[in-house]
């Protein structure tokens, strides 16, 4: 739990029993899902955009900035990793690893130009920075194909060196990202936790307090920017993978907007697990609601409005409330201010 | 207003319906499936990929409602290899990644064996590339852009519509000899628009005229003032636009309510329906059409009353080119899977790439053809213009020319298309 | 494709057109601003609904022009007896006071989050954005509409050679006379001094004995009146249609960062500029027109961090 008192034992693990739960719950999805009516397919998007969504809570949870062009940094590590495999080399390793560095240089780039702003004007800059990318990626046609978007991406073989998997079936690609997830969420848990993460939280409660301390703020606020850009990237990578291309369309701000409540609607504010929470439900509702109705959106609206008003503390936090008997006055309480935070961070 | 909605609703929950009684509403489980598959031969089923949403929303409701009109009939006949063919739409929202999922979907939870329906190229690429992953035979009845039949073009993949190089080869040289030499060109700064505006000035150099500009107009512009104050600095003869969608229908009011439609000339690429009965008033200018409901051939009226009756409560009155090339694609393909006396997608792959269709058959004026080295129906194509005497109020077009597929192919496009070879396409049949 | 050599404007006289054009829908820009900003600088609530609210303005404005009024038979076809410029007239009053009931909704909502983080507001009024959009679709599908607008501003005139659109002239003079109404109403009369003071110092209002919650929902209504008011103004030029909300509330959120939030003339300077900057673009280098406004923006904030002439408040802690 990201506001979660840091003396709890989870804290300290590289792997929590929470984690090993789910990602057993996760390996069986393959035998299962057809069942349920669903498909492997929508279990990659949701692990990728889990991931994703994990990322950015990053900047949104863990450090309180207000980021909505996100969908940016997700693009152009699926662009990087398609022009990687087409014009670099067409090694799943390195490509994927092209991804997030690319991801994380225009992160670091922007980041130059916000981290000392705040609220609003951070917000709205994100924004903008946002709208340039998707606006390059559309109209660099001769990089990215413009909208009829980077065609022809391979899902390149899992190459050991003494054993290569390949990728192209669904399920096998299902575990492969589930494996990548399981790696992620374990380092995202460890990055939260570590001192340098502390000191993220730090500066989300008082920028002031914590230049005070001696704490160089605008370089936190700066690199987890980079960093959290990075990991969308890589998770754009593995979009890429799944879709066989990349288009624009998922950095528009329509796109950005939705991960940011698919964060919020899981309850990323209080819990680390928010996010996972929120892309599942959103996911599997666009989908199964989506195809009974073209309205769907209209639903999801309502549910994102009772929530901010009746529930700041998202599903994930009224779950954990349930789970270790906390009064859920307390953690809505906790949901209450970490919403304060997000637009007060000096106060 | 609200009618159309409920039209719209009726489509899903007809198309809901159809999947649950067809068996394969797997949402509910695996064992209803079972029951409704013991009373008959497993029917065949459809994934129909059209946009309700986005930039395309009313044409691609326009194209559901060809496709359905031609299911419909076929299985008013007895269906298929004496099987019933049952469909599935989902709005694919003009988006790609929507277009890719619901094409994953489609494939592999509603076990459509063959996907139909996109107007957006974007689209109609991202839904090829997971057809052709499995397979699945596409067809793209109305996505125009020249690309989708040369560099993007692919062995699961037909396309139906004329595209923009077509369209311009009817229409640039006659207007650069009758109009005059000095032509501007205003394009949708998308792939469409440049391959469509590339396709023009080559026409226009080829025919001894000048391109003095290319003004490029970003996708969802509304207000364009300042395109047209450049246009009337520089006095072109004749002024050539490859703008889609709904930016059309903005030029076209703007261009109309400043009274610019006299001169410069207009040469509008392609028109689709849904677009200009949105807007009637405002039509202006030459544009092109595959097909219009009040050409003088036979069985066009009579396809006109049917299509009415199964849509007497639509937002639009009459088939326009868009329902018609959903209508002839799908017709066609149910056609193959007839002759093939197969639903084996290779077999019906090679029956399409055959497909000849006379004049009659095509409601058109010259014989059609399936362009086997690019997957692209090679047909008529008109040029239309406002029509001064209407004789109904749907009566807006003026059909001025027709050019026969001889004389509007797209040469080039053979040597951008690869087809993969046919033992490399997985098998798929149902 | 190998773009022709451009034909760039050579004098600066042929620029002038396009200034002009720029201008004009700078005044526009400031227009769709101006509800935005009112509700910012006032209330400090950032209204994500407020494009919707616009977008609902011009959607019934066109149902009361349009030939098939959502009124009883008898009235309705009383209604179209009139001439289009009466209609119109009344349309302009009558459309925004129905949108104002959507707004009052809104804030009843919203109350639950006063003196919480604006944050709040935000997502509640984004989560609205999402709810009338698709409402708008639900309602009237998702086709482009045209506004009816009376002929005396339709149509174009003859100056300096060129043909320019009259509504134009006729949507931006509308747009200056608006935006010096509320700045008179604001500045210049005891309304305007008792919204500001209530919005600066609740305890002091309180203390006068000015119903606080009433000056809010005041101050909420007239800027869903104005985002209406902008929706009917504007939709002659942009069209109708349902992502017209999202649209303006970009451009409009734009203009309030830009000119800094709490700054009446900052916004308006800010809208012009971008107008200007989007107008000149188009003249030069059209297809980067829809971007121009974002670098206009990344220039200024990083430079200023609260925009042109930005206060404190508690938007930026």
């Known amino acids: 739990m990201i506001a979660a008192p840091t003396n709890s034992p989870d804290a300290a693990r590289l792997v929590t029993p929470a984690m090993l739960v789910l990602w057993l719950v996760l390996a069986t999805v393959p035998l299962w899902i057809a069942r349920v009516g669903l498909y492997p397919y929508l279990g990659i998007e949701i692990l990728i955009w889990s991931l994703y969504a994990l990322a950015f809570n990053l900047v949104l949870g863990t450090a309180g900035l207000p980021s909505f062009g996100h969908g940016a940094y997700f693009g152009i590590g699926a662009y990087a990793f398609g022009l990687c495999q087409f014009d670099v080399v067409a090694n799943l390793w390195i490509c994927l690893a092209a991804a997030a560095v690319a991801a994380g240089l225009a992160g670091a780039l922007v980041a130059l130009f916000i981290s000392h702003r705040r609220g609003i004007y951070y917000a709205f800059m994100t924004i903008a920075f946002g709208q340039i990318f998707w606006t390059l990626a559309i109209k660099s046609h001769r990089l990215t194909g413009g909208e009829d978007g980077l065609l022809k991406i391979r899902r390149l073989p899992a190459d050991f060196g003494f054993v290569s998997f390949d990728l192209n079936d669904n399920v096998a690609f299902y575990y492969f990202v589930l494996i990548v997830f399981a790696i992620g969420i374990a380092g995202l848990w460890r990055l939260v936790h570590s001192p340098y993460g502390r000191v993220i939280a730090a500066i989300r409660q008082s920028e002031i307090r914590a230049a005070h301390l001696g704490y160089n703020v605008w370089l936190h606020k700066a690199s987890i920017f980079a960093l959290s850009a990075a990991v969308s990237g890589f998770a754009g990578g593995l979009f890429a993978m799944a879709q066989l291309a990349a288009f624009p369309d998922v950095m528009s701000l329509h796109q950005s907007g939705y991960v940011v409540m698919m964060t919020l609607v899981g309850g990323g504010l209080v819990s680390f697990w928010g996010p996972v929470v929120g892309v599942f439900l959103f996911l599997t509702a666009r989908d199964v609601i989506g195809a009974l109705t073209n309205a769907w959106m209209l639903y999801f609206g309502l549910l994102f409005m009772a929530i901010v008003l009746f529930r700041p503390e998202g599903i994930a936090g009224a779950v954990s409330a349930a789970l270790h008997q906390h009064s859920l006055g307390a953690l809505r309480e906790r949901g209450n201010s970490a919403m304060r935070l997000l637009f007060g961070g000096g106060r | 207003m609200k009618r159309h909605l409920v039209s719209r609703r009726g489509v899903l929950k007809g198309s809901l319906m159809a999947s649950v009684i067809g068996g394969t509403g797997s949402f509910f489980g695996p064992w209803q499936e079972n029951r409704a598959f013991a009373q008959g031969p497993k029917p065949i089923k459809l994934g129909l990929t059209c946009d309700a949403s986005g930039q395309y929303g009313n044409s691609g409701q326009d194209d559901l409602r060809g496709i359905k009109m031609a299911i419909d009939e076929s299985n008013a006949e007895g269906g298929l290899l004496g099987r ?11 988006t790609p990644a929507t277009g890719s999922r619901i094409a994953e979907r489609f494939i592999t939870r509603e076990d459509c064996t063959i996907l139909i329906g996109a107007i957006h190229s974007g689209v109609a690429n991202a839904i090829t590339q997971v057809a052709a992953k499995y397979g699945v035979i596409y067809l793209n009845t109305n996505s125009s852009a020249p690309s989708e039949a040369g560099e993007n073009c692919s062995r699961i993949k037909f396309v139906w519509d004329g595209n923009g190089t077509n369209f311009s080869k009817a229409s640039v040289k006659n207007a650069v000899d009758s109009v005059g030499k000095n032509w501007m060109l205003l394009t949708n700064d998308y792939v469409w628009g440049h391959t469509t505006a590339a396709a023009t000035k080559a026409q226009v150099e080829g025919a001894g005229g000048k391109i003095m500009d290319n003004l490029l107009v970003p996708q969802n512009t509304r207000d364009f003032t300042a395109y047209l104050l450049k246009i009337q600095q ?94 002839m694609a799908t017709r066609e393909l149910l056609r193959a899977i007839e002759r093939a006396g197969s ?22 004026h010259f014989d059609a053809y399936m362009d086997p080295a690019t997957h692209q129906m090679q047909q008529t194509i008109y040029l239309a213009r406002r029509n001064a005497k209407p004789a109904d109020n749907t009566d807006l077009y003026e059909i001025i020319s027709w050019t026969g597929p001889k004389a509007a192919t797209d040469e080039a496009a053979a040597a951008k298309c690869k087809l993969v070879p046919y033992d490399q396409v997985p098998t798929v049949d149902s | 494709m190998k773009a ?33 900003m009112l509700i910012v600088g006032l209330m400090e609530q950032i209204n994500l609904a407020h494009g919707s609210l616009f977008a609902l303005g011009a959607y019934i404005a066109m149902q009361l022009t349009g030939t098939r009024p959502p009124l009883p038979a008898e009235l309705a076809r009383a209604w179209l007896a009139l001439p289009l410029g009466w209609r119109y007239a009344a349309t302009l009053i009558i459309a925004p006071v129905l949108v104002s009931l959507v707004g009052i909704v809104i804030e ?24 009338i959009e698709e409402l708008i679709r639900l309602v009237w599908g998702t086709r482009d509409y045209v506004l009816q607008v009376p002929q005396a501003v339709s149509g174009g005139f003859l100056f300096g050679d060129l043909i320019w659109s009259t509504y134009r002239f006729y949507a931006a003079g509308i747009a200056a006379g608006i935006i010096g109404l509320v700045w008179l109403l604001i500045e210049k009369t005891s309304f305007g001094a008792t919204v500001k003071a209530g919005a600066h110092d609740s305890e002091i209002v309180r203390a006068l004995g000015i119903n606080l919650s009433r000056l809010r929902l005041l101050v909420f209504v007239f800027g869903t009146i104005l985002a209406a008011v902008a ?25 309030i960062v830009l000119g800094g939030v709490g700054s009446f003339w900052g916004a308006v300077v800010a809208g012009l500029l971008v107008g200007l900057c989007v ?35 508690v938007l930026e802690a």
Not at chain 3, 108 to 131: E, H, I, N, Q, S
């Open chain 2, 84 to 94: 019933k063919i049952v469909w599935t739409t989902a709005d694919t929202e003009t």
């Open chain 2, 234 to 327: 520089a006095k072109p003869d004749v002024v050539a636009t490859a703008i889609g969608g709904d930016d059309i229908k903005a030029l076209r009011e703007q261009v109309a309510q400043l009274k610019l439609d006299g001169k410069p000339a207009w040469i509008n690429n392609q028109q689709d329906w849904p677009d200009v009965w949105g807007a009637p008033d405002s039509l202006f200018g030459v544009f092109g059409t595959t097909w219009y409901h009040k050409l003088p051939l036979p069985g066009v009226a009579n396809f006109v009353k049917k299509w009415q009756a199964a849509n007497k409560d639509g937002p639009i009155p009459v088939p326009g080119n868009v329902s018609y090339n959903g209508y």
């Open chain 2, 343 to 364: 639903t084996n997608n290779v077999r019906i792959i090679k029956e399409l790439e055959n497909l000849k269709i006379s004049a009659t058959d095509r409601m058109q």
């Open chain 3, 4 to 36: 022709p050599i451009p034909a760039r404007p050579k004098r600066l006289f042929d620029l002038l057109p396009h200034i002009l054009n720029g201008l004009t829908l700078g005044l526009l820009f400031a227009l769709i601003a101006l509800g935005f």
């Open chain 3, 108 to 131: 009843l909502c919203m109350r639950r989050t006063y003196g919480k983080d604006p944050l709040y507001g935000l997502l509640l009024t984004f989560g609205a954005a999402m709810v």
């Open chain 3, 231 to 255: 929706g009917i103004i504007v939709a002659p030029i942009w069209g109708i249609r349902p992502h017209m909300g999202v649209d303006a509330v970009i451009p409009a959120f734009l203009v």
């Open chain 3, 279 to 313: 107008g000149l673009s188009g003249a030069y280098a059209s297809e980067w027109s829809l971007l121009s406004m974002y670098i206009l923006l990344v220039v200024v904030v990083t430079f200023r961090a609260r925009g042109l002439w930005g206060k404190k408040s």
